[in-house]
Nanobody
Framework: QVQLVESGGGLVQAGGSLRLSCAAS????????MGWFRQAPGKEREFVAS????????WYADSVKGRFTISRDNAKNTVYLQMNSLKPEDTAVYYC??????????????WGQGTQVTVSS
């Protein structure tokens, strides 16, 4: 089992920045890819970004490319999502996942409880 805990969400004005963190515990010796997804009210959970265990490869949704950066520190068992130039449409609950990886939810076996990000216009 892997336990994931997200933090760093909050309320920010449009154009501002936030940095989300996701701390992993449990079977952290397994080389999981990590991903960030988000879910806005009334919408499906959607892919935001993912990163391989080594950190050598990253993927981003078109809607966040150039604004968000995913990174990880395996020594701290933590993955980060730096979000810049935030827009009101970025408002959602952000979840991190761990698993084989990919762009779909099915690629992640473990999920955190989510952290709310609200961007005001």
């Amino acid at each position: 089992q892997v336990q994931l805990v997200e933090s760093g969400g909050g309320l920010v004005q449009a154009g501002g920045s936030l940095r989300l963190s996701c701390a992993a515990s449990g079977r952290t010796h397994i080389r999981y890819a990590m991903g960030w997804f988000r879910q806005a009210p009334g919408k499906e959970r959607e892919f935001v970004a993912s990163i391989t265990w080594s950190g050598g490869s990253t993927w981003y949704a078109d809607s966040v490319k150039g604004r968000f950066t995913i990174s990880r520190d395996n020594a701290k068992n933590t993955v980060y999502l730096q979000m810049n130039s935030l827009k009101p449409e970025d408002t959602a609950v952000y979840y991190c996942g761990a698993g084989p990886g990919g762009l779909g939810r099915q690629g992640y076996d473990y999920w955190g409880q989510g952290t709310q990000v609200t961007v005001s216009s």
